[in-house]
Protein backbone atom coordinates (compact mmCIF):
# COMPACT_ATOMS: atom_id res chain seq x y z
CA UNK A 1 0.00 0.00 0.00
CA UNK A 2 1.40 3.53 -1.06
CA UNK A 3 2.46 5.65 2.24
CA UNK A 4 -0.62 8.55 1.17
CA UNK A 5 -3.02 5.87 1.98
CA UNK A 6 -1.57 4.79 5.08
CA UNK A 7 -1.61 7.79 6.21
CA UNK A 8 -5.21 8.83 4.60
CA UNK A 9 -6.59 6.14 6.82
CA UNK A 10 -4.62 6.57 10.22
CA UNK A 11 -6.14 10.17 10.10
CA UNK A 12 -9.36 8.77 8.93
CA UNK A 13 -8.89 6.16 12.00
CA UNK A 14 -7.73 8.90 14.45
CA UNK A 15 -10.24 11.84 13.64
CA UNK A 16 -12.81 9.79 13.96
CA UNK A 17 -11.72 8.33 17.21
CA UNK A 18 -11.36 11.83 18.60
CA UNK A 19 -14.99 12.95 17.10
CA UNK A 20 -16.01 9.68 19.38
CA UNK A 21 -14.22 11.76 22.23
CA UNK A 22 -14.93 14.60 22.02
CA UNK A 23 -18.92 14.72 20.60
CA UNK A 24 -21.73 15.89 22.91
CA UNK A 25 -24.61 14.05 20.86
CA UNK A 26 -24.42 10.15 21.11
CA UNK A 27 -25.92 9.56 17.49
CA UNK A 28 -22.34 11.50 16.35
CA UNK A 29 -20.38 9.65 18.50
CA UNK A 30 -21.75 6.32 17.08
CA UNK A 31 -21.46 7.32 13.10
CA UNK A 32 -17.75 8.30 14.01
CA UNK A 33 -16.97 5.11 15.84
CA UNK A 34 -18.55 3.29 12.44
CA UNK A 35 -16.31 5.80 10.38
CA UNK A 36 -13.23 5.08 12.98
CA UNK A 37 -14.19 1.34 12.14
CA UNK A 38 -14.06 1.30 8.71
CA UNK A 39 -10.60 3.18 8.62
CA UNK A 40 -9.33 0.35 10.97
CA UNK A 41 -10.62 -1.91 8.28
CA UNK A 42 -8.71 -0.37 5.39
CA UNK A 43 -5.76 -0.79 7.91
CA UNK A 44 -6.18 -4.44 8.18
CA UNK A 45 -6.43 -4.80 3.98
CA UNK A 46 -2.93 -2.83 3.95
CA UNK A 47 -1.88 -5.93 6.29
CA UNK A 48 -3.21 -8.49 3.96
CA UNK A 49 -5.51 -9.85 6.54
CA UNK A 50 -8.88 -9.45 4.07
CA UNK A 51 -10.91 -11.94 6.20
CA UNK A 52 -10.17 -9.61 9.29
CA UNK A 53 -11.06 -6.73 7.53
CA UNK A 54 -14.16 -7.91 6.04
CA UNK A 55 -15.12 -9.25 9.94
CA UNK A 56 -14.34 -5.58 10.93
CA UNK A 57 -16.87 -4.09 8.53
CA UNK A 58 -19.28 -6.49 8.78
CA UNK A 59 -19.38 -7.22 12.94
CA UNK A 60 -18.27 -3.60 13.84
CA UNK A 61 -19.12 -1.03 11.77
CA UNK A 62 -22.50 -3.05 11.09
CA UNK A 63 -23.85 -5.47 13.69
CA UNK A 64 -22.17 -3.63 16.81
CA UNK A 65 -22.89 0.04 15.60
CA UNK A 66 -26.53 -0.74 14.73
CA UNK A 67 -26.49 -2.47 18.51
CA UNK A 68 -25.73 1.00 19.77
CA UNK A 69 -27.75 3.18 17.71
CA UNK A 70 -30.91 1.20 18.20
CA UNK A 71 -30.21 1.33 22.12
CA UNK A 72 -29.53 5.44 21.66
CA UNK A 73 -32.25 5.61 19.98
CA UNK A 74 -34.84 3.08 21.86
CA UNK A 75 -33.44 5.35 25.69
CA UNK A 76 -34.02 8.83 23.59
CA UNK A 77 -30.84 9.83 25.01
CA UNK A 78 -30.43 14.00 24.43
CA UNK A 79 -26.90 15.57 23.96
CA UNK A 80 -25.41 16.68 26.74
CA UNK A 81 -27.03 20.39 26.66
CA UNK A 82 -25.37 23.29 29.02
CA UNK A 83 -24.20 20.71 31.45
CA UNK A 84 -20.59 21.64 32.57
CA UNK A 85 -18.00 18.50 31.56
CA UNK A 86 -16.53 16.92 34.43
CA UNK A 87 -13.20 19.46 34.83
CA UNK A 88 -11.58 16.74 36.71
CA UNK A 89 -12.21 13.71 34.94
CA UNK A 90 -11.35 15.69 31.77
CA UNK A 91 -8.19 16.71 32.65
CA UNK A 92 -6.84 13.43 33.82
CA UNK A 93 -8.16 11.78 31.18
CA UNK A 94 -5.89 13.82 29.08
CA UNK A 95 -2.98 13.74 30.91
CA UNK A 96 -3.26 9.40 31.10
CA UNK A 97 -4.01 9.69 27.64
CA UNK A 98 -0.66 11.91 26.78
CA UNK A 99 1.54 9.69 29.12
CA UNK A 100 0.73 6.63 27.37
CA UNK A 101 0.94 8.04 24.23
CA UNK A 102 4.73 8.81 25.07
CA UNK A 103 5.25 5.55 26.81
CA UNK A 104 4.44 4.06 23.51
CA UNK A 105 6.42 5.58 21.41
CA UNK A 106 9.41 5.65 23.24
CA UNK A 107 9.08 2.12 23.81
CA UNK A 108 8.67 1.73 19.53
CA UNK A 109 11.50 4.15 18.97
CA UNK A 110 13.73 1.87 20.91
CA UNK A 111 12.55 -1.19 19.72
CA UNK A 112 14.80 -2.38 16.97
CA UNK A 113 12.59 -5.03 15.30
CA UNK A 114 10.36 -2.64 14.73
CA UNK A 115 11.87 -0.55 11.92
CA UNK A 116 11.48 -4.01 9.59
CA UNK A 117 9.51 -2.64 6.41
CA UNK A 118 6.56 -4.12 4.54
CA UNK A 119 9.50 -5.13 1.96
CA UNK A 120 11.21 -6.82 4.38
CA UNK A 121 9.13 -8.97 5.36
CA UNK A 122 7.87 -10.83 1.50
CA UNK A 123 5.13 -13.23 1.59
CA UNK A 124 6.73 -16.14 -0.58
CA UNK A 125 3.81 -18.12 -1.83
CA UNK A 126 5.16 -19.83 -4.31
CA UNK A 127 6.95 -21.67 -1.61
CA UNK A 128 4.26 -21.95 0.87
CA UNK A 129 2.04 -23.35 -1.69
CA UNK A 130 4.51 -26.07 -2.06
CA UNK A 131 4.36 -27.15 1.81
CA UNK A 132 0.83 -26.42 1.81
CA UNK A 133 -1.06 -29.87 2.18
CA UNK A 134 -5.20 -28.85 1.41
CA UNK A 135 -5.16 -28.83 -2.13
CA UNK A 136 -7.31 -25.68 -3.12
CA UNK A 137 -4.99 -23.84 -0.78
CA UNK A 138 -1.73 -25.20 -2.86
CA UNK A 139 -3.44 -24.28 -6.11
CA UNK A 140 -4.30 -20.48 -4.56
CA UNK A 141 -0.91 -20.11 -3.43
CA UNK A 142 0.91 -21.86 -6.50
CA UNK A 143 -1.36 -18.97 -8.55
CA UNK A 144 0.08 -16.35 -6.65
CA UNK A 145 -2.93 -15.60 -4.65
CA UNK A 146 -3.18 -15.23 -0.81
CA UNK A 147 -6.27 -17.55 -0.13
CA UNK A 148 -6.66 -15.23 3.61
CA UNK A 149 -10.14 -16.74 4.62
CA UNK A 150 -9.16 -20.56 3.77
CA UNK A 151 -5.87 -20.29 5.97
CA UNK A 152 -8.16 -18.40 8.47
CA UNK A 153 -10.73 -21.11 8.64
CA UNK A 154 -7.86 -23.99 8.70
CA UNK A 155 -6.45 -22.63 11.41
CA UNK A 156 -9.17 -21.78 13.45
CA UNK A 157 -10.58 -25.47 12.73
CA UNK A 158 -7.13 -27.18 12.78
CA UNK A 159 -5.17 -26.02 15.78
CA UNK A 160 -7.84 -23.90 17.76
CA UNK A 161 -11.08 -26.23 17.45
CA UNK A 162 -11.72 -26.45 21.04
CA UNK A 163 -11.65 -22.55 21.62
CA UNK A 164 -14.10 -21.67 18.73
CA UNK A 165 -16.57 -24.26 20.80
CA UNK A 166 -15.96 -22.48 24.05
CA UNK A 167 -16.65 -19.06 22.15
CA UNK A 168 -19.94 -20.45 20.91
CA UNK A 169 -20.65 -21.78 24.21
CA UNK A 170 -19.39 -17.96 25.03
CA UNK A 171 -22.37 -16.71 22.63
CA UNK A 172 -24.86 -19.08 24.30
CA UNK A 173 -24.42 -17.24 27.62
CA UNK A 174 -24.26 -13.88 26.48
CA UNK A 175 -27.93 -14.65 24.89
CA UNK A 176 -29.37 -16.44 28.24
CA UNK A 177 -27.93 -13.42 29.92
CA UNK A 178 -29.57 -10.83 27.83
CA UNK A 179 -33.24 -12.82 27.59
CA UNK A 180 -32.70 -12.83 31.71
CA UNK A 181 -31.64 -8.82 32.43
CA UNK A 182 -34.20 -7.39 29.75
CA UNK A 183 -36.93 -10.02 31.73
CA UNK A 184 -39.20 -7.78 33.57
CA UNK A 185 -39.55 -9.14 37.01
CA UNK A 186 -42.81 -9.67 38.04
CA UNK A 187 -45.48 -7.61 39.81
CA UNK A 188 -42.95 -4.26 39.55
CA UNK A 189 -44.82 -2.06 37.12
CA UNK A 190 -42.45 -0.54 34.56
CA UNK A 191 -43.00 3.33 33.65
CA UNK B 1 8.22 3.43 3.64
CA UNK B 2 5.80 2.13 6.12
CA UNK B 3 7.35 0.28 8.85
CA UNK B 4 5.74 -2.13 11.43
CA UNK B 5 6.47 0.74 14.10
CA UNK B 6 3.89 3.14 11.93
CA UNK B 7 0.74 0.65 13.09
CA UNK B 8 2.16 0.13 16.68
CA UNK B 9 1.79 3.95 16.89
CA UNK B 10 -1.47 4.23 15.47
CA UNK B 11 -2.45 1.39 17.28
CA UNK B 12 -1.09 3.21 20.69
CA UNK B 13 -2.51 6.55 20.05
CA UNK B 14 -6.27 5.04 19.29
CA UNK B 15 -6.12 2.99 22.25
CA UNK B 16 -4.82 6.19 24.09
CA UNK B 17 -7.65 7.74 22.40
CA UNK B 18 -10.03 4.80 23.71
CA UNK B 19 -8.38 5.56 27.40
CA UNK B 20 -9.29 9.62 27.47
CA UNK B 21 -12.60 8.59 26.81
CA UNK B 22 -13.53 6.30 29.17
CA UNK B 23 -12.11 8.04 32.23
CA UNK B 24 -13.25 11.51 30.82
CA UNK B 25 -17.10 11.10 29.96
CA UNK B 26 -20.29 10.47 31.61
CA UNK B 27 -21.72 9.02 29.39
CA UNK B 28 -22.36 5.33 29.80
CA UNK B 29 -23.12 4.37 25.79
CA UNK B 30 -20.38 6.97 25.15
CA UNK B 31 -17.80 4.78 27.48
CA UNK B 32 -18.60 1.54 25.88
CA UNK B 33 -18.07 2.89 22.66
CA UNK B 34 -14.28 3.83 23.92
CA UNK B 35 -14.12 0.38 25.12
CA UNK B 36 -14.41 -0.84 21.79
CA UNK B 37 -12.08 1.31 20.45
CA UNK B 38 -9.28 0.42 23.18
CA UNK B 39 -10.35 -3.41 21.72
CA UNK B 40 -9.88 -2.49 18.05
CA UNK B 41 -6.75 -1.04 19.02
CA UNK B 42 -5.14 -4.50 20.52
CA UNK B 43 -6.73 -5.88 17.51
CA UNK B 44 -4.52 -3.87 15.39
CA UNK B 45 -0.90 -4.66 17.04
CA UNK B 46 -1.74 -8.06 16.63
CA UNK B 47 -2.85 -8.17 12.98
CA UNK B 48 0.42 -5.90 12.37
CA UNK B 49 2.35 -8.61 14.07
CA UNK B 50 0.95 -11.65 12.40
CA UNK B 51 2.23 -9.84 9.12
CA UNK B 52 5.51 -8.92 10.07
CA UNK B 53 6.15 -12.50 11.46
CA UNK B 54 6.36 -14.04 8.18
CA UNK B 55 6.24 -18.17 8.82
CA UNK B 56 7.16 -20.86 5.70
CA UNK B 57 6.32 -17.14 3.25
CA UNK B 58 2.87 -16.82 4.88
CA UNK B 59 1.75 -14.32 7.44
CA UNK B 60 1.37 -15.66 11.27
CA UNK B 61 -2.12 -17.24 11.48
CA UNK B 62 -2.39 -17.31 14.97
CA UNK B 63 -2.70 -13.71 15.99
CA UNK B 64 -5.23 -13.27 13.47
CA UNK B 65 -7.45 -16.23 15.18
CA UNK B 66 -6.96 -14.30 18.44
CA UNK B 67 -8.13 -11.16 16.62
CA UNK B 68 -11.24 -13.35 15.53
CA UNK B 69 -11.79 -14.80 19.42
CA UNK B 70 -11.41 -10.79 20.19
CA UNK B 71 -13.90 -9.63 17.82
CA UNK B 72 -16.54 -12.52 19.37
CA UNK B 73 -16.23 -11.37 22.57
CA UNK B 74 -16.28 -8.30 21.78
CA UNK B 75 -19.62 -8.53 20.21
CA UNK B 76 -21.32 -10.94 23.08
CA UNK B 77 -19.88 -7.96 25.54
CA UNK B 78 -21.54 -5.54 23.67
CA UNK B 79 -25.41 -7.16 23.87
CA UNK B 80 -24.85 -8.11 27.56
CA UNK B 81 -23.69 -4.25 28.12
CA UNK B 82 -26.46 -2.91 26.35
CA UNK B 83 -28.61 -5.07 27.76
CA UNK B 84 -27.35 -3.76 31.86
CA UNK B 85 -27.30 -0.40 30.53
CA UNK B 86 -31.47 -0.89 29.01
CA UNK B 87 -32.04 -2.23 32.64
CA UNK B 88 -30.30 0.44 34.27
CA UNK B 89 -32.19 3.50 31.77
CA UNK B 90 -35.35 1.62 33.12
CA UNK B 91 -34.53 2.07 37.39
CA UNK B 92 -33.02 5.38 37.23
CA UNK B 93 -34.25 7.34 33.86
CA UNK B 94 -30.62 8.17 33.38
CA UNK B 95 -27.50 6.68 31.50
CA UNK B 96 -24.82 8.94 33.16
CA UNK B 97 -22.30 7.54 35.75
CA UNK B 98 -23.42 10.09 38.28
CA UNK B 99 -26.36 8.70 38.65
CA UNK B 100 -25.30 4.78 39.36
CA UNK B 101 -24.64 5.16 42.99
CA UNK B 102 -25.59 1.96 44.55
CA UNK B 103 -22.54 0.21 45.08
CA UNK B 104 -20.72 3.57 46.70
CA UNK B 105 -19.50 3.22 50.33
Redesign the interface.
Known amino acids: ?P?IL?YLF?AM??GF??L??TARN?VT??LS?AG??VG?AA??L????Y??GT??IL??AG??MV??LF??M??D?KA?EGKK??LP??I???V???I??LQ??TV??S?S???????D????????GE?AKIPTIANDLKAGV?PDAK??G???FQ??GF?LQV?GL??LV??I??VV??KREKGVK?? | MITLNHYLIISGMLFALGLAGVIARRNIIIIYMCLEMMLSAANLTLVAFSRFRVTEGLPDYAAQSLVFFTITVAAAEVAVGLAIIVALYRSKQSVETESVTKLQG
Not at chain 1, 46 to 49: E, P, Q
Not at chain 1, 113 to 119: D, L, R, S, Y
Not at chain 1, 121 to 128: D, G
Open positions: MSFSTLGLVVPSALSFLLFSLDAFIIQVYAVLFIILLIEPNAVGGILAVLAIACSFNGAVKIKAPLVLQKALLLMLTLKYHVLLGTGVLSDA
